[in-house]
């Protein structure tokens, strides 16, 4: 063999043919190993992923391969076959696709020594510092829960950085090697004796883990699913195999993180996500390839993650949005989850509240199994929702009479609310009150939306980041008389504020945690019974267990029925069951108010009685009515150009060749996005479905090579198959 066939991260769909030195040798064992090579004026790193006797190109074209990574073991034959399937569904190029999955600082051109692989432990001082922590000292009682089950590796400790320094001068804790199993300080947590329904789940997964299976686990909010996963962990953990655990969020990793460590202290437990720094997530990368982690916790890019004895695949919350990425290689993470499974023959368990569509659909066509929590664990009741009429009842700034008394009383009786509006900001709109004129983003086909800072306000825009200070009058009519119209959380905690001056009050949002480290800080002092109410956006919403939060209100919710995307009611349902989920969890009953002008809207009814199967049939019933997923498979051609008229053109001419191609196939006519210009760009977009998944993927294989042949300079397109946005 003279020929190396290598995957480079270029828009070209194809491997590329480099010659091997006779001084290194290459053999089938070394396929998926990292190599160098010149490409154009570039030096690129690229994957060996073939060898061949001879190339299509004449000898004296083909260069030789600059050098070749030996100390990085090759990537797994698995992980390149993920890439493969990956890159065929998604019509992405292989080499780009696979290179995407690699760690950002595998790419840089002087390949980063991993962090020294040390831990942290408490020393005898540490360990009996730990026990005698006041409640308030929320930092250093995280570092303590973190360490008290063993050793921990640097990296896992990423946003404790000041805690970790003082602690270490102080002589608390000291830095270890990282033993390959940890010793334990503590003992570890005792299991709860399982529910009805969780036995069930874990036996029925259990007695199949030697093959793939798609399990559903259907279960109302705190009905404990996490503790069917960690029986399940625990198994496969017995067996010498690795957990793949994915979670949507990534503030979610350090709370699971803190209760596999309590319950595994021996596991070896490594996180996945982007919020780590680049050498963080090269180390814990790392630690998969070599096989040094027992279970991977992550967000959507750790269903990537290079794991030669995967034992089992959980994938929580399989219903969030944030499973889908939205730029570059558009995969799904749940669906790249079920496939990864399948072809390592072992289980997946997809766990939700109010699983999606498809997934539910899935489950009642038999391809995936079912298996129902339909009770909360422990003593815990479900909440109580009342839908407050707000024709009847008008909100002013933003709350209505029911809302605000129940806010009273709870703060009376000493207990925690916490107050959901989805939207960031002061306020959604500046607004003429002479002529009705609404301030818009120069940029960007949207509103700008008015923000607080510390200096005054500033009119932010959401989509392309343009920032600027409000215009002293109206830019259409001249007149003095601009207002703030709507609301946002930063507008509710002032109006709370002012009505509750003696509340403690915390808003969380995307820009109160920006900083590392912060939500864990959040989350700590809402534990600590230091909030009485909160006032949040959908970051609250996911799977964080306050046992305080007895009543959740909910505010402007309406605005998603009335959108033009068609999956906004089924990310409304499924935001407002998890957000009420959050309320009495402790053993307190929970109560919920939902603020809305169609209380009689079927979606809302099916809210008040928990009841998602009575939701999903109605959702379904529409869907299969119109043509929408999961009925159909829709792909998605997106463009954005610097005008309308030239994405128009293009869009024009793929529809004239999909047209050509399209056996059982629907093309539609070019529209513009939902958002129909971003920065400058004009966004436009051509709809392709099909009853038939090998209908549309045959379909789309031949339309993407003519793609690649219609001029396209000044413009991007992009295939989105399976899309989630318009
Ligand atoms: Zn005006
Ligand atoms: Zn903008």
Redesign the pocket.
Same mark, same amino acid.
């Given at each position: 063999m003279s020929i190396a066939q290598v995957a480079l991260d270029t828009p070209l769909p194809r491997t590329f043919d480099y010659l091997i030195p006779a001084a290194c040798p290459l053999g089938t064992e070394d396929i998926g190993r990292r190599v160098r090579v010149s490409f154009g004026r570039r030096e690129l790193w690229g994957i060996l992923v073939g060898l061949a006797d001879r190339s299509e190109l004449p000898p004296e074209q083909l260069k030789p391969l600059l050098s070749v990574d030996r100390v990085l073991p090759p990537l797994p034959a698995s992980l390149l076959a993920l890439a493969r399937f990956a890159a065929d569904y998604y019509h992405y190029p292989y080499g780009a696709c696979l290179l995407s999955l690699l760690p950002p600082a595998l790419k840089r051109p002087v390949t980063p020594r991993p962090p020294p692989a040390y831990a942290y432990a408490l020393t005898p001082a540490g360990i009996a510092a730990a026990q005698r922590l006041s409640p308030r000292a929320t930092a250093q009682r995280r570092l303590a829960a973190h360490l008290m089950a063993g050793p921990v590796a640097a990296a896992e400790l990423s946003g404790l950085k000041t805690t970790l320094r003082d602690w270490l001068k102080r002589g608390l804790i000291a830095a270890v090697k990282t033993p390959p199993r940890s010793p334990c300080h503590f003992t570890p947590e005792v299991a709860p004796t399982l529910g009805r329904g969780q036995a069930e789940a874990v036996g029925a997964i259990l007695a199949k883990t030697d093959h793939f299976a798609a399990w559903l686990l259907f279960g109302v909010t705190g009905s404990g699913k996490t503790e069917v996963y960690l029986r399940l962990i625990e198994a496969v953990l017995g067996r010498g195999r690795q957990a793949l655990v994915l979670v949507p969020e990534i503030h979610l990793t350090p709370q699971l993180t803190e209760r596999f460590r309590r319950r595994y202290p021996a596991a070896r437990l490594v996180s996945l996500h982007s919020g780590l720094s680049d050498g963080e997530r090269y180390a814990n990368w790392l630690a998969c390839l070599n096989g040094g982690a027992d279970i991977v916790l992550g967000t959507r890019l750790a269903v990537f993650a290079p794991l030669q004895r995967l034992g089992l695949i959980v994938v929580d919350e399989e219903h969030d949005p944030s499973y889908k990425q939205m730029e570059g290689l558009r995969y799904s993470a749940r669906d790249v989850a079920v496939w990864r499974a399948r072809q390592a023959g072992v289980p997946v368990v997809l766990g939700s509240a109010t699983p999606a569509l498809e997934t539910w659909l899935n489950a009642q066509q038999g391809r995936y199994r079912r298996l129902d929590l339909p009770e909360r664990a422990g003593a815990a009741a479900l909440p109580e929702i009342r839908l407050v009429d707000t024709r009847t009842d008008r909100p002013r700034q933003g709350l209505s009479a029911a809302l605000l008394a129940a806010l009273e009383e709870n703060l009376s009786r000493g207990a925690q609310s916490l107050v959901f509006i989805n939207r960031r900001g002061y306020a959604p709109t500046l607004l003429c009150n002479a002529c009705g004129h609404v301030t818009t #983003?120069?940029?960007?086909a949207?509103h700008?939306v008015l923000h607080r800072q510390k200096g005054g306000f500033r009119l932010q #825009?959401?989509? #392309?980041?343009?920032t600027r200070p409000p215009p002293p009058s109206c830019p259409e009519c001249g007149a003095l008389d601009l207002r703030a119209s709507g609301q946002g959380t930063q507008r509710l905690e002032e109006t709370l504020a002012e009505r509750f001056p003696e509340a403690r009050i915390l808003r969380v949002d995307r820009d109160s945690v920006a900083r590392k480290g912060r939500f864990a800080a959040v989350r700590d002092a809402v534990h600590e019974g230091e909030v009485d109410i909160l006032v949040g956006t959908q970051i609250l919403a996911k799977g964080h267990d306050f046992p305080r939060l007895t009543l959740v209100g909910v505010v402007g919710a309406d605005g998603a029925l009335l959108s033009a995307d068609y999956r906004a009611g089924e990310r409304l349902f499924a935001q407002l069951m998890q957000v009420a989920g959050r309320a009495g969890r402790g053993g307190d009953p929970g109560r919920v108010l939902v603020q809305t002008a169609y209380p009689h809207h079927p979606l809302y009814q099916a809210l008040v009685r928990h009841d998602y199967p009575a939701y999903a049939a109605q959702a379904l019933a529409e869907r299969r009515a119109a043509e929408f997923p999961p009925y159909v498979r829709q792909a998605m051609l997106r463009v954005d150009a610097r005008s309308d008229e030239a994405a128009q053109a293009f869009l024009e001419a793929a529809r004239a060749l999909a047209l050509e191609l399209a056996q059982g196939v629907t093309v539609f006519d070019p529209a513009p996005a939902l958002l129909a210009?971003?920065?400058n760009r004009s966004r436009w977009q051509l709809l392709t479905q099909s009853r038939s998944r090998s209908r549309l993927q045959a379909f789309l294989a031949a339309w993407v090579q003519r793609l690649r042949d219609l001029p396209a300079s000044g413009l991007n397109w992009i295939l989105d198959v399976d899309p989630l946005e318009f």
């Open positions: #983003c120069p940029r960007c949207a700008l #825009c959401h989509h #392309c980041g343009l210009r971003v920065a």
